[in-house]
């Protein structure tokens, strides 16, 4: 059965830090990884989706790895800022369509 | 181009009544997810939809269902409804990616459901 964890569960940084979140995996038979962020009662924004071929994504300030074989995946923010605040999900696609999420880590940037 | 809608935004219901959430996928993408995050939790699996069949279905009672439509809209109904069912129910379309299976979703803002 497929479990998926993120550490920590949440952070508090000083803005301008550069930030690591953990995404790990039990099973390695993935399609593909995405990390989301959802703001405080709204719905999930897509952030980077990363092919299970694929080593790792990036876009902007964000910058996602995934190594299969150990079952884990990182996302790298670099120069954090207030607007970063946010909850960060990881989710592996398991089957065809199915989607098994973290509980996510509550990041929180201060100014 | 719109992008994933759901409705109602909100809703609070009674212990033992019915709730039908509907959600409308973006144009062009034929499968819809629904998922259920309760608070503090990440979201769990639901049901899938593809081409108006379900494809897949995860760990919930039978009180819930689904189904999707012609125009690829669909709709999620819970039946007998529990305190235990208040959550965000969050709705995905998606758009395969046939070469390597992989299925990109994107998400509603979600109905934010309460049960009293």
């Known amino acids: 059965k497929q479990e998926v964890t993120q550490i920590p569960a949440a952070l508090s940084v000083p803005e301008g830090e550069n930030l690591?979140?953990?995404?790990?995996?039990?099973?390695?038979?993935i399609y593909n990884l995405q990390w989301f962020r959802q703001d405080p009662g709204k719905g999930l924004t897509s952030l980077l989706l990363i092919q299970s071929s694929q080593r790792e994504q990036t876009s902007g300030r964000l910058n996602a790895s995934l190594d299969k074989?150990?079952?884990?995946?990182?996302?790298?923010?670099?120069?954090?800022?207030?607007?970063?605040?946010?909850?960060?999900?990881?989710?592996?696609?398991?089957?065809?369509?199915?989607?098994?999420?973290?509980?996510g880590t509550r990041l929180k940037v201060l100014a | 181009d719109a992008g994933v809608t759901q409705s109602p935004t909100h809703l609070i219901k009674?212990?033992?009544?019915?709730?039908?959430l509907r959600c409308s996928p973006i144009s062009g993408h034929k499968s819809v997810s629904w998922y259920q995050q309760v608070l503090g939790q990440g979201?769990?699996?639901?049901?899938?939809?593809?081409?108006?069949?379900?494809?897949?279905?995860?760990?919930?009672?039978?009180?819930f269902s689904a189904r999707q439509f012609p125009n690829y809209s669909s709709e999620l109904n819970v039946n007998a409804l529990l305190l235990g069912d208040s959550a965000l129910y969050l709705c995905a379309s998606s758009l395969l990616i046939q070469a390597s299976g992989a299925n990109v979703l994107t998400f509603g803002a979600g109905s934010r459901l309460t049960v009293l």
Request: one cysteine or more.
């Open chain 1, 20 to 29: 690591v979140l953990n995404c790990s995996f039990t099973d390695s038979a």
């Open chain 1, 69 to 103: 074989s150990s079952g884990r995946s990182t996302l790298y923010i670099a120069a954090s800022q207030p607007g970063d605040s946010a909850t960060y999900l990881c989710a592996v696609q398991t089957g065809t369509y199915k989607y098994i999420f973290g509980t």
């Open chain 2, 43 to 63: 979201p769990q699996f639901i049901f899938q939809y593809y081409e108006k069949e379900e494809r897949g279905r995860g760990n919930f009672p039978d009180r």
């Open chain 2, 14 to 20: 009674t212990r033992g009544q019915h709730v039908t």
